[in-house]
């Protein structure tokens, strides 16, 4: 199955109905996740390369103290498609996931050392 390119119009369409968060910059979707220092943005990319690896479409990632950067875009259709909706969404839902406070998670702390995400 080709991969169809999504025109820049539908681009901005499907971000604002779906992943509000995320950019489209230099013809790639983008995030930048705030993370509590280098342990943190570690362990966010560790997730971002599983859920990659698990859908076999690799995004730019962009690894730094405090943060990580995600780009994606279908190299071998030459922009954005359906696949990097699908991979942003998968990386959106489990990057931000938190437990709900009904259940009997606790969630990492939010201050302190131990503070994951910032």
């Known amino acids: 199955m080709q991969d169809v390119l999504y025109t820049e119009a539908r681009i901005h369409t499907e971000l604002e ?5 995320w950019q489209y910059a230099a013809g790639k979707l983008c ?3 705030q993370a509590n220092g280098w342990r ?5 990319f560790n997730a971002i390369a599983h859920l990659a690896e698990a859908a076999w479409h690799h995004p730019e990632v962009e690894v730094a103290w405090g943060q990580v950067t995600v780009q994606l875009m279908t ?3 030459g922009g954005v498609t359906a696949k990097d909706f699908a991979l942003a969404q998968q990386i959106e839902h489990w990057i931000t996931w938190q437990p709900d406070p009904e259940t009997t998670l606790d969630g990492a702390p939010t201050t302190g050392a131990w503070q994951y995400r910032a």
């Open 17 to 21: 109905a779906t992943l509000p968060a």
């Open 31 to 33: 995030r930048t996740y």
């Open 40 to 44: 943190a943005s570690v362990m966010l």
């Open 75 to 77: 190299h071998s259709a």
